[in-house]
């Protein structure tokens, strides 16, 4: 039982099909989701891949043995469930999908009504425990007559929203100048769904890699950061001579860009854009950012007269602090942005949206409008290490530090700032990993030298391999 029920992690349910996630898993998770979360109405969808029908028939027949109604939007992007929690009335909503994972994994993602976040303190884990219950009570349970399926679409008003709130619906075309040239790569996940309703309506050329959303995924998984993928992108943009490039992971939460000479752009730099974007419509709004890295938004965001918060990695965290502080938009370097308008919770278009209608507007590229920034606040990106020992390795790191620091705080790990770089030492939610992320002000080499500097002491106490 404990093989089956290690699949609920912090924040969702993953992993492989069918030693993991299956049918009888998905019927149980239904009846749970109605009795835990007391979902009369529940709003339910999936992503491409291969078992979602089955798991979709499997937890619709637990919904609706449990007693409650259940509405199948079909296949969509996580966001569009979030979309139909919040501007409608449904108790719960459950979206299967195993996002960027193999294609032989899956699992479901789940919010209350409003779009509010279950995670492990706010009723995933009595979630688990009832399903494991369930499990236990009726392991054989004998197949039943299908449920009854009231299919429905909030995909229109989902894009006229994305479209309007963006503002890109309303861009035109520069006079005089060509218009922006997108390569838009869906990786065969489904974001091409509604990319081919928004396309229609915006002032952009786009260059379609990969749209048509395949189970099969005959070219790799949706996995925008697999080194073969991001090489695919950047020669596509490269070789279309196109202004930029996005690419989305299989259920489209997170987008990733490239700038017209296909070089990646971290996430870090993405949320000083849009920070800046969300303050233009919201003066002195809040901003919350996570503790990795943080020096370029807080920079980006008080010159902009708005206010930086801090908040703690992880979209839970980040939708409540957000939620506490009535701010307007949060970003994760990980390529998760939340926005208020959108019930504070984290969508994969409208950060392009946003982030195209900027270039179009500002007649810079992409490349120099994040170039001063990354010259500003270099960062290492987050480097990963297997270790034996993570809070042993984390106070070693910790002591030897903190006594030169200028601020330390425990909010997330180890965050140390001194007067000219600083870093965040954290363990991962769900492995034996410590995930170390440095930045630096405007000095590469010194960035560099510090995190080989921790590198190497990671190595020499703990035995720490890169994973
Ligand atoms: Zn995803």
Redesign the pocket.
């Known amino acids: 039982m404990s093989s089956t029920l290690s699949c609920f992690k912090a924040y969702d349910i993953r992993g492989r099909v069918p030693g993991v996630i299956n049918a009888p898993l998905a019927r149980a998770l239904g009846r749970a989701v109605v009795e835990i979360l007391g979902a009369k109405s529940v709003v339910i969808g999936r992503d491409a891949r291969l078992s979602g029908p089955e798991l979709r028939d499997a937890l619709a027949l637990g919904l609706h043995e449990a007693g409650a109604q259940v509405t199948d939007i079909g296949m969509c992007g996580?966001e569009e469930i979030y979309y139909a929690a919040a501007n409608q009335p449904f108790g719960a909503g459950v979206m299967i999908?195993g996002?960027?994972n193999p294609a032989d994994e899956n699992g479901f993602k789940l919010v209350r009504g409003g779009a509010i976040p279950i995670s492990g303190d706010s009723g995933l884990f009595a979630l688990r425990d009832r399903v494991a219950a369930i499990l236990a009570e009726n392991g054989s349970a004998a197949s039943a007559p299908a449920a009854p399926l009231h299919q429905a679409s909030f995909r229109a008003d989902y894009v006229a929203w994305l479209l309007q709130y963006s503002g890109a619906g309303q861009l035109v075309p520069v006079a005089g100048r060509k218009p922006l040239k997108i390569v838009a790569d869906a990786g065969n996940g489904c974001a091409g769904l509604v990319l081919k309703d928004l396309m229609s309506s915006l002032p952009f050329e786009f260059v379609c890699r990969q749209m048509q959303p395949d189970g099969n995924f005959p070219d790799g998984v949706p996995n925008p950061l697999l080194p073969e993928r991001r090489a695919a992108t950047a020669a596509a943009v490269r070789e279309a001579g196109a202004d930029m490039g996005v690419a989305w992971?299989?259920?489209?939460?997170?987008c990733f860009f490239y700038d017209a000479e296909g070089n990646f752009i971290e996430g870090y730099y993405c949320i000083g854009l849009l920070a800046q974007e969300l303050l233009r419509r919201v003066p002195g709004g809040k901003v919350v950012y996570d503790t990795r890295v943080y020096w370029n938004t807080r920079d980006v965001v008080l010159a902009a007269g708005g206010q930086p918060v801090m908040g703690k990695t992880g979209h839970a965290f980040m939708k409540e602090r957000m939620r506490a502080e009535d701010a307007v938009y949060g970003g994760e370097m990980s390529a998760h942005h939340y926005f208020r308008d959108f019930a504070y919770c984290d969508s994969?278009m409208l950060p392009w949206l946003l982030v195209a209608s900027l270039v179009q507007r500002s007649g810079k590229s992409l490349a120099e409008l994040v170039a001063e920034r990354m010259a500003a606040y270099p960062c290492s990106g987050e480097i990963n290490r297997r270790v034996q020992d993570a809070p042993a390795l984390m106070k070693l790191v910790r002591d030897k530090y903190a006594p030169t620091a200028l601020y330390e705080d425990s909010l997330d790990g180890v965050n140390l700032e001194f007067a000219q770089w600083r870093f965040n030492l954290r363990m991962s939610n769900t492995e034996p990993l410590l995930r170390l992320n440095v930045e630096s002000r405007a000095d590469r080499a010194l960035l560099e030298d510090k995190t080989a500097e921790i590198l190497g002491l990671l190595e020499e106490m703990g035995g720490a391999v890169p994973a």
């Open positions: 996580t999908t996002s960027h992971d299989g259920d489209f939460d997170r994969g």
